[in-house]
């Protein structure tokens, strides 16, 4: 777009805006949001470029390449940006981003994803625009987000108010699939938390009855498997002195009981796989478990995994031992063990949290739009922004609404973008110009 379309377009934007409604915005304001309706067809352009590139987490070449997309708008935008490879944990890498200001404001995070659940072999590829919506794998989590970060960030620039402002980028590229050892996939984004004064996670939007939620809190989402052990014989002998109850038997009572003596708010916990028989065995992947046995023997070993979701460390810790204790108490002649995984941490509900939720709720009041309430965690997902709230306030969900994530016809609602985008640039702005 030449310079004098771009002018011709924020007069027209401007022209378009409601006057009560911006009356308590700034120029320079003002001009962002001119800026993001301005380049609302430049960024579905861009989002579409992103969408027809596969990055599926295990997809490393074309993770890498949509990183190299994002390089290119984000070194126009004036960051200094590098790749940070990621053979170590197994994944393609991430994008680190540096933009330094005066030095004086609040230091900015702001985190997404170059990834998607989608691998190459999935039949959903491409991106598909239908009206106010588009369709296609990844087009709301993550890459509407990092076009709402790119819309914002461009807004700021042309408004003048990018200059002054401190901000760090990560948008990982194993979100979706994280590497392993978690230590190193995702020290980058720790080591930035550190550094930061304030995180803002551009994943997606949630809406509760229509109604826009800001997110400042997150689950955390931890494996867990069982593994049962019984004496095998014939299976006319079972639950005598000499055989006992066998290794399935044990596992049921096990999972019985997690179901009745686990519940508590915040906590969910699932079984998302089970085998057992005369052999059981868990693939490496931990995406399969097999089993072989005949009805006529009594089963040796059975396994089951699933996770647990938690709202905070001291509840994680809480139902560890809960389900420790359970496990413990073994039917006749068996064993069992449970061994867990931490994947990602919580990020629990604090104050700053919520100050943070405050000022943007400014924002919304400014630009004439509702409240956005506190969203009940229960209704989203763990991410990224959990490994730096230990360190660091925060604020999730800035990316764009979509519905039907992770799943064929994944699809975006485009006008969100624009008033995302609206949000974060305002909300950035007004951040990056309070004392640290």
């Known amino acids: ?25 700034s120029a320079a304001e003002t001009r962002m949001a001119a800026t993001v309706e301005a380049e609302q067809e430049r960024s579905i352009a861009l989002l579409e470029k992103l969408v027809n590139v596969n990055s599926g987490s295990m ?38 981003a540096t933009h330094k200001g005066d030095g004086k404001g609040k230091r900015l995070l702001l985190i997404g994803h170059l990834d998607t659940v989608f691998e190459p072999h999935s039949p959903f590829q491409t991106f598909v625009r239908k009206g106010d919506k588009a369709e296609g794998p990844g087009v709301g989590d993550d890459k509407g987000g990092m076009v709402v970060m790119l819309a914002a960030l ?4 042309a408004a003048g108010t990018l200059k002054a402002a401190d ?18 996939a995702r020290a980058d984004l720790v080591a ?25 809190a997150r689950r955390s989402s931890n494996s867990w498997t069982v593994t049962a052990t019984g004496k095998t014989g014939h299976s006319s002998l079972i639950f005598n002195s000499e055989y006992g109850d066998g290794a399935v038997y044990e596992l049921t009572r096990i999972i019985a009981a997690f179901r009745k003596e686990l519940p508590e708010p915040n906590l969910t916990f699932n079984v998302g796989l089970i085998a057992g028989g005369a052999t059981a065995e868990a693939a490496a992947d931990g995406a399969r478990v097999s089993a072989s046995g005949k009805t006529n023997i009594i089963p ?18 809480r139902v560890r031992q809960k389900m420790e204790a359970i496990v413990s108490q073994h039917a006749p002649l068996t064993d069992a063990k449970i061994t867990f995984d931490e994947g990602y941490p919580s990020m ?10 405050a000022s943007l709720n400014g924002v919304n009041r400014d630009l004439g739009l509702a409240e956005m309430p506190e969203l009940d965690p229960l209704k989203r997902g763990a991410g990224d922004i959990s490994f730096v709230a230990k360190d660091v306030d925060g604020l999730a969900g800035l990316g764009p609404y979509s519905t039907g994530d992770h799943a064929p016809g ?23 110009r309070e004392k640290r």
């Open 1 to 25: 777009m030449s310079s004098l379309s771009l002018r011709c377009a924020l007069l027209l934007a401007v022209a378009a805006l409601p006057s009560p409604a911006f009356a308590r915005l």
């Open 59 to 96: 997809n490393l070449k074309g993770v890498e390449q949509v990183g190299q997309m994002m390089r290119t708008e984000l070194e126009a935008a004036g960051f200094t940006v590098k790749w940070v490879p990621m053979a170590a944990a197994g994944r393609a890498g991430h994008i680190i």
């Open 154 to 157: 461009r807004a700021m620039q």
């Open 167 to 184: 901000i760090e980028i990560v948008l990982t590229g194993d979100e979706e699939e994280s590497g392993s050892p978690i230590e190193i």
């Open 192 to 216: 930035a938390g550190k550094r930061a004064d304030v995180a803002l996670d551009f994943e997606g939007l949630v809406r509760d009855n229509g109604r826009d939620m800001g997110s400042i």
């Open 300 to 317: 040796a070993v059975a396994i089951a995994m699933g996770d647990f979701r938690t709202l905070s460390d001291d509840q994680t810790a």
């Open 348 to 357: 629990a509900p604090t104050a700053g949290n919520r100050a943070i939720l």
């Open 410 to 432: 994944e699809t975006v609602d485009l006008p969100s973008m624009v008033t995302q985008a609206k949000r974060a640039a305002i909300l950035m702005t007004r951040l990056s």
